[in-house]
């Protein structure tokens, strides 16, 4: 017979609330009935009080001491003394064992501090089965093979409750009634049981024991009310802890947006995603059991979803799925976040309970518990996504682009527990799902009331135990991304831009990325795999999700201020392959980085920014449909800074000028990095760690957090506005230089500098987007506002031999819109290059801009013109033409089908399945002789089924069949240095 756990089944067995039912007692010693004179011989056995129980026998000479814990006193006054290093009470059987048992003693110490290890029961020994035991100044359950778990501080003279408790797998230590923590697996190990000691001169105790039972119980139904306690107390403390558990779920049944539910709705997609996109709307969900003890939450949109577990003012995230593939990604339960202040780390949120971490089944979710001193759930919330900086379509984004990105928002609210040094502060988890994609972003916010100044020195706003299978699938970013967050001792600049090399600071010039699989050192039962396996396997080990940033922020929140951290991103794919993983991350930008959809034919006007100068250019792009002027370009200077009427006027002209003609006008600068500003005096600069003088990675920068960031924000907004810009367009943004100054204003140190400096690069581009300015940046700020960035890096190429640059254009491209969608990459084209001018190099100049233009990346063509006579205006004018005709499907994505080598014919598929050209195909030949071939092109991204219709060169439509892979079989032939565009529809 086979069992299948449903979504129905796993929220059944998690919301159960065991009902409340005695224990079973397997054994139970105690001096009942014994009678006895103080500091007289304590008997020879203990008989016990259940039938069929072994005897403990005698060992050496306890006395019976006429005292026993005031809740178990008319049950039996007396207890057993133990003094002497011989002394116990022992059978030759082990008692506690199976799946679900209790095992508690009441114990007094006579000592505070007892050095060793005292063994107060043994169930087995200190090698094979556990100690509840006195070590030190510490209560502690000793495991054989594993070690001591400390449960609490010793008190001398003071009766105390200790407790072990096992059910499902899942172990417990609990004192006085009160569960003190999680333990390894617990029970069964030698052929002993012994109070006192575990073996006559081993491990022995030093005081007073009254009573040990050993009992079981049904699946399900512990209840603290079953141990040996005061009854009457424990039953009202447990009345008042159900009332206050019931009042918690009535809060939560009265949030607004939140959908209740019996039984939670999934509708799986059954579409695939990438080509017909889900319509149903995200939604979230909250299920509460029947007697308001535990609920659940879902939030879901037929693609993906994550459920938490709510119980003891606590909650974990119990599941996260693609829910249309079926694929679980967590592993076992963690903090909701991890947060460090003033040096010490602390949980938000987050269960504990189970037995292990190598899965979790559902059976285990009804024993699970708040982990004590973790911060606590005290409400949460739902609403729409909200926007993280303003934006509106321009710049030839599709105007139908969502803003923020539709669907929900949920926000679970902690708080400090009492007796924390932190009572009084908070902590807002939230998560966004987004309408027909498998996203996730996760956030939080730390509030501080706590009536004083609070660090936040480090944290991990994620902190997930995952599928070590599963986790290749997912695809992990923040928003806390700029080149040196970013960068590793193995990219690709190393070496050209940076240099390598190990040292103190390395941590702040080789970050990255903030998101980390790393080995979990609490998954105990995780196996070790041979070396090979490890290398072949990529280290599946690593099963731990973090995302945090690599130093600091060490950010001081004053009393009454709020921290925020930066957002994380989770695709959930399902699959590993290159092509789809990577394009789900384009959609994934298109979507939530909406200004990357905004494209602009561009000219870089060289050393110039005089009016006269430029209005032929201006006339051209005007004439030809070029949108964006860059003047000067580099080298040529402008200074955003420079406020003075002068700068402002001579700029002023230009954009006036271009506004007649529909162009927009931004300038170049090189901003702060590799920039030194102002003197000595001023101190606006970076102060290198290893040094402690000016400079940084890049020769010198202008420190973000210092009073230069303040005289630069003002001014450029000044500037920009008074000229009448419509860009802002620096390089040198902020990279990531740290900064080790103590007397800038907007950071303390070097551990906060580059935190600050993020903050205040982000600032302004969030300020730009809310001026509807275009903003390109070479970095990768893309979830902050920035549009484009450079398709591939080396300046050297823009200025090598136009055939070489025709080719090595083409692998730029290639090569860069995996990761990215094409318009977010910008191509230049440098005529300066074309020796003789443009008329003469005409097949050139066209095989290079076709190419550009034909990937839909963003094109810069540098130089004075445009065009230098009539044959190569009418050139440009036939591609921006045709650019025109066939616009959507070419900022389509590309789906990559053979890299440009020189060998043979290169080409890729633009594919958009909406659009009424669902494809298109470019080819090119760089051989210097005819090529033909049969090329295999997949459609399937382009949404066509069974066949097409194709035209080659906007020619006659041809209808073809497609094979049951969704592949055309066409033949191309092409001229020497040729190419070629073919159509499906």
């Not at 009572?423 to 996760?442: F, L, N, Q």
């Not at 890299?899 to 470019?922: F, N």
């Not at 497609?962 to 001229?975: C, M, N, W």
Request: with cysteine; net charge negative.
């Amino acid at each position: 017979m086979t069992f299948t756990f449903t979504r129905s089944l796993i929220v059944a067995i998690a919301l159960a609330h065991p009902a409340m039912a005695e224990v079973q007692p397997l054994a139970h010693y105690n001096l009942q009935g014994e009678g006895g004179i103080r500091d007289t011989a304590a008997p020879p056995t203990l008989q016990g009080q259940v039938k069929d129980a072994p005897p403990l026998n005698r060992q050496g000479s306890p006395k019976i001491m006429s005292n026993s814990p005031d809740p178990r006193r008319q049950v039996s006054d007396s207890s057993i003394k133990f003094e002497n290093d011989d002394q116990c009470y022992s059978t030759g059987k082990n008692l506690a064992n199976g799946d679900r048992f209790l095992v508690e003693v009441w114990a007094y110490a006579t000592k505070g501090n007892d050095p060793g290890l005292h063994a107060v029961l043994a169930n087995g020994n200190g090698g094979s089965g556990f100690l509840i035991a006195q070590s030190g100044d510490q209560w502690q359950v000793f495991v054989g093979g594993v070690g001591g778990t400390s449960i609490g501080k010793v008190t001398a003279e003071k009766w105390t409750h200790l407790a072990i408790v096992r059910e499902g797998g899942s172990c417990s230590a609990w004192i006085d009634g009160v569960r003190a923590g999680d333990l390894p697996g617990v029970g069964g190990g030698a052929a002993n049981f012994s109070l006192g000691a575990s073996a006559p001169g081993k491990e022995p105790f030093h005081g007073w024991i009254s009573e040990a039972r050993v009992s079981t119980f049904k699946p399900g139904e512990f209840e603290v009310t079953d141990f040996l306690l005061d009854q009457t107390k424990m039953k009202a403390l447990k009345e008042s802890e159900l009332a206050e558990r019931s009042r918690f779920m009535e809060g939560l049944l009265q949030t607004p947006g939140v959908k209740v539910v019996k039984e939670f709705v999934e509708r799986p997609a059954t579409a695939d995603w990438l080509v017909e996109p889900p319509t149903q709307p995200a939604s979230v969900q909250l299920r509460i059991d029947d007697k308001k003890q535990s609920a659940q939450v879902l939030v879901t949109n037929g693609l993906v979803s994550r459920t938490f577990h709510i119980t003891d003012k606590n909650l974990s995230c119990i599941s996260l799925r693609r829910i249309d593939k079926d694929i679980e990604f967590v592993r076992s339960i963690k903090p909701e976040a991890r947060i460090c202040l003033d040096g010490h780390w602390l949980e938000v949120g987050g269960l504990t309970g189970t037995p292990d971490e190598a899965f979790l089944t559902p059976s285990w979710l009804p024993t699970l518990r708040s982990k004590p001193g973790s911060f606590q759930l005290v409400g949460m919330e739902t609403g729409a996504c909200v926007k993280p900086y303003e934006w509106q379509p321009k710049c030839n984004a599709p105007k139908d682009i969502a803003w923020p990105a539709k669907g929900q928002r949920l926000t679970f609210r902690f708080a400090a527990p009492d007796g924390s040094p932190y009572k009084g502060t908070g902590v807002a988890v939230s998560y966004e799902i987004y309408d027909g994609m498998p996203v996730m972003m996760k956030t939080f916010k730390f509030i501080n009331k706590a009536g004083k100044d609070v660090v936040v020195t480090k944290f991990e706003s994620e902190h997930l135990a995952v599928q070590p299978s599963n986790s290749r699938m997912m695809h992990v970013e923040s928003d806390y991304s700029f080149a040196l967050a970013n960068a590793t001792d193995k990219g690709s600049g190393l070496g050209i831009h940076v240099s390598g090399g190990k040292s103190e600071f390395f941590d702040y010039s080789f970050g990255g990325g903030t998101t980390r699989f790393v080995r979990d050192p609490s998954w105990g039962s995780m196996a070790t795999l041979n070396q090979a396996e490890d290398l072949f396997l990529d280290d599946p080990q690593n099963a731990l999700l973090l995302s945090r940033p690599t130093v600091g922020p060490n950010w001081t929140v004053k009393q009454g201020e709020s921290f925020d951290a930066f957002r994380t991103f989770t695709i959930l794919n399902d699959t590993t392959e290159k092509e789809r993983f990577h394009l789900a991350q384009r959609r994934f930008y298109r979507k939530l980085a909406p200004q990357t959809n905004e494209k602009m034919f561009e000219v870089h006007a060289p050393s110039s920014h005089n009016v006269n100068h430029l209005r032929p250019l201006i006339d051209q792009m005007a004439e030809l449909g070029f949108e964006m002027l860059q003047a000067p370009e580099h080298p040529g200077s402008f200074n955003y800074a420079d406020t003075s009427e002068a700068n402002i006027q001579t700029m002023k002209a230009v954009c006036d000028y271009g506004k007649t003609k529909g162009v927009k006008v931004g300038a170049y600068q090189l901003m702060m990095a590799s920039q030194g500003w102002g003197s000595a005096e001023d101190n606006y600069n970076c102060i290198s760690p290893a040094s402690g003088k000016p400079g940084s990675l890049f020769g010198q920068s202008a420190c973000g957090a210092s009073a230069w960031s303040d005289m630069y924000y003002d001014n450029m907004w000044k500037t920009i506005e008074a000229a009448g810009m419509g860009a802002f367009k620096p390089d040198g943004p902020y990279h990531g230089d740290p900064c080790a100054a103590k007397d800038h204003p907007h950071h303390k140190g070097l551990e906060d500098s580059q935190w600050a400096q993020w903050k205040w690069m982000c600032k302004v581009l969030h300020e730009g987007q809310r001026r509807d300015l275009y903003l390109t940046i070479p970095d990768w700020y893309f979830l902050n506002g920035q549009a484009c960035t450079g398709m591939g890096y080396r300046e050297a190429t823009d200025n090598i031999d136009i055939n070489l640059q025709t080719l090595i254009y083409r692998q730029y491209i290639y090569d860069a819109t995996w990761h990215k969608t094409a318009q977010m990459g910008w191509v230049n084209l440098n005529t300066e290059v074309l020796h003789g001018g443009m008329e003469k190099n005409l097949d050139k100049y066209e095989r290079t801009f076709f190419g550009m233009l034909a990937s839909g990346a963003q094109v810069w063509v540098r130089g004075h013109a445009l065009y230098d006579g009539p044959n190569s205006r009418a050139m440009l004018k036939k591609w921006m033409d045709w650019y025109d005709r066939h616009e959507q499907v070419i900022l389509g994505d590309i789906i990559h089908l053979r890299r440009p080598d020189g060998r043979s014919l290169d080409y890729y598929l633009h594919v958009d399945p909406a659009g009424k050209e669902k494809g298109m195909l470019l080819v090119f030949n760089p051989l210097d002789q005819e090529v033909t071939k049969d090329l295999t092109v997949p459609l399937y991204y382009t949404g066509l089924r069974g066949g097409a219709s194709m035209r080659e060169k906007d020619g006659q439509a041809e209808s073809i069949k497609l094979d049951r892979e969704d592949q055309a079989r066409i033949s191309v032939t092409l001229p020497a240095g040729g190419f070629t565009w073919i159509t499906f529809e």
